[in-house]
């Protein structure tokens, strides 16, 4: 990086500056830090016995710098900032490698190149899979699985690395998506308000075991995606918030400067900021291999506080834009996803072609329409058929993505298999039926955990997932049962290639309101498969033309099966071809995939 990118708003290896970096050459650490309208500025650490040591402003430039020859990786340290008004303030680093576990807040000096990566064929390989299975495992890291019953009985990256791979690959995930990563005070934010951004949180070890647990993904077969927050920060003293005595890094006005959460909002506008946050998402798609970032909260830089009403914020657009068209010359293999719940055009749409920049895009819609259906009663499901019908009406406005994320699940939203109509056993095969609507209609897809074992109890970031409901039939068949859709969904070309293309998938019936039934086809290399489902407490009966003969054929995934915990005889006839098209035989609340010749 060079100063006048940074002034301009263009490094994106700010990291590389900024913070503390260890001097190889000649010993000690170098320290660097932005605080342009600071008195003073002072480095505290274990390697001055806590002691103030005084950093030297770089002429006019608001940074201030300081080597230090006793300073060494692993100890902690703090800037002393003091104000215009003379009063003092210990804060972390804000380009800080790591920190200590809350409520404690040091900085701790990391060597970046402790790990070596060993994923060089992985990485080589990568590519956005436009064409390709991206069956995403959503997960908190530290609710998993636990080692105990406390609240901080979490295992480390590296404790949990092989238990976590073997899991996501025995039930056909291709992707894990962990929420946020980096440091953040409070537990129950989950990670999305973040205190240190470029640190990877003290809760579950260091970085060079967050590489380690990356890298293992790799080597396995899978991809490591990690939640990314780029609007707003934690409002904690000895963060980001008025960090040299003035608003720096967020808003200087009230009206605009807090978020709906309480947290302060970045000021996207100011080029040292945007260095900062831009910098930052290159860091761990660089240093740690993360194969995408998942962006929250978009829709907060589009609109101000994410109210249309209020208007777009062109300068958080423009930064929005900046930054994903460096990601991608940067990382051209990573993907970027945006979590937004607006209708703001162009999102997944190159940015020279006035789009955003991003790959894929939340299609929360889906998700609203498809929860709100499931949670009608039967009988009135036929006034409300096209919520399963809509999506496709829009889908190829962009690169979707479909979504039963961690959101949908928590704060008395109730789970998703709770979300099913009906008393507990009625839950599961519409569930089942559900989710192969969700996998056969066109997308990636992305599942919180817990919900491959049908799980009852809302979310908790403080309890480890309920694994004893394996022990019941239900629950066990289910898990199995979504373990084979998922391994369908990736090994059927079908199901995942072509999906952005409107020649590969037709309705077949999209009107049967009265039967609650729904028809389509995706077709891919060479590959023809029909979804058939009826989503009605009764069996039925139903006819589809299709425009050429069907000849034979097979059926690949009843949702119904007795051996999920249905009621169908495997080998059972659940379709029979005719001269112009396709006869169904559909149990109640059911879901069919079949191939076509």
């Known amino acids: 990086m060079t100063l006048s990118q940074f002034w301009s708003g263009n490094a994106f290896d700010a990291y590389t500056y900024f913070g503390a970096h260890i001097d190889a050459a000649n010993g000690g650490v170098t320290f660097r830090t932005w605080a342009p309208s600071a008195l003073a500025v002072s480095v505290i650490g274990e390697f001055s016995s806590w002691q103030p040591v005084q950093m030297y402003p770089i002429e006019r430039s608001g940074i201030f710098e300081l080597h230090c020859p006793s300073a060494q990786a692993g100890q902690m340290y703090k ?12 804060h972390c680093d804000p380009y800080g490698f790591g920190m200590e576990l809350r409520p404690a807040f040091a900085s701790i000096i990391v060597d970046l190149g402790q790990y070596a990566f060993t994923d060089s064929e992985w990485m080589a390989a990568r590519d956005k899979c436009y064409d390709r299975p991206v069956n995403i495992y959503e997960m908190h890291l530290g609710a998993w699985i636990k080692t105990g019953d406390g609240l901080t009985d979490w295992h480390t990256y590296e404790s949990i690395a092989d238990s976590l791979i073997d899991y996501c690959k025995d039930n056909g995930y291709t992707h894990i998506e962990f929420l946020p990563l980096a440091e953040h005070p409070s537990d129950n934010s989950w990670g999305y308000q973040i205190t240190g951004f470029f640190s990877p949180t003290a809760r579950y070890g260091t970085a060079a ?29 000895y963060g980001l918030r008025r960090y040299d005595g003035t608003p720096l890094y967020e808003y200087p006005a009230d009206d605009v400067g807090e978020s709906e959460w309480g947290t302060c909002n970045f000021i996207h506008s100011r080029r040292e900021v ?84 991003f790959d894929y895009k939340w299609d929360l819609g889906w998700m609203h329409d498809t929860l709100n259906y499931m949670r009608t009663p039967p009988d009135e499901r036929k006034y409300h058929h096209h919520k399963l019908t809509f999506s496709m009406q829009y889908f190829y406005n962009e690169l979707h993505l479909l979504p039963l994320s961690h959101d949908e699940v928590v704060h008395g939203k109730a789970t998703i298999i709770q979300k099913m109509w009906g ?42 997932q309920d694994w004893e409901l394996l022990k019941y039939p239900l629950h066990d068949a289910f898990r199995r049962y979504m373990a084979e859709l998922c391994a369908l969904y990736s090994e059927q070309p079908a199901l995942h290639c072509k999906e952005y293309d409107p020649a590969a998938f037709r309705w077949l019936d999209a009107d049967a309101a009265d039967k609650s039934v729904y028809v389509f086809v995706r ?22 033309h299709t425009e050429k003969r069907v000849k034979k054929t097979k059926v690949l995934l009843c949702s119904d099966w007795q051996r999920f915990g249905g009621q169908t005889v495997e080998g059972a006839s659940l379709v029979s071809p005719t001269t112009d098209g396709l006869i169904f035989t559909l149990p109640p609340f059911c879901g069919v995939l079949i191939e076509l010749q």
């Open 79 to 90: 800037y002393v900032i003091t104000d215009s008004k003379g009063c003092s303030r210990e």
């Open 523 to 544: 077709q891919a290399e060479g590959q023809t498969i029909c979804a058939a489902f009826n989503f009605s407490d009764q069996p039925q009966r139903h006819s589809v």
């Open 209 to 237: 075991q967050l590489k380690k647990l990356v890298d293992k993904c790799h080597n396995a077969g899978l991809g490591v995606i990690m939640d990314f927050v780029p609007v707003h920060f934690a409002v904690d003293d």
């Open 274 to 357: 945007q260095c900062f946050i831009q910098s930052c998402a290159n860091y761990w798609l660089t240093e740690f291999h993360f194969d995408g970032l998942r962006m929250d909260a978009i829709s907060r830089a589009i609109y101000w506080l994410g109210d249309e009403r209020r208007g777009v914020n062109e300068r958080s657009i423009e930064f929005i834009q900046k930054m994903n068209s460096g990601l991608q010359r940067l990382h051209p293999t990573a993907m970027l996803i945006a979590e937004d719940s607006t209708h703001y055009p162009k999102l997944t749409a190159p940015v020279e072609y006035g789009g955003l920049g």
């Open 423 to 464: 008393q507990y056993e009625q839950k599961f095969p519409q569930a089942r039926a559900m989710y192969m609507y969700m996998y056969a209609h066109p997308g990636k897809k992305l599942s919180f955990m817990g919900n491959e074992i049908a799980h009852f109890r809302e979310w908790d970031e403080c309890r480890q």
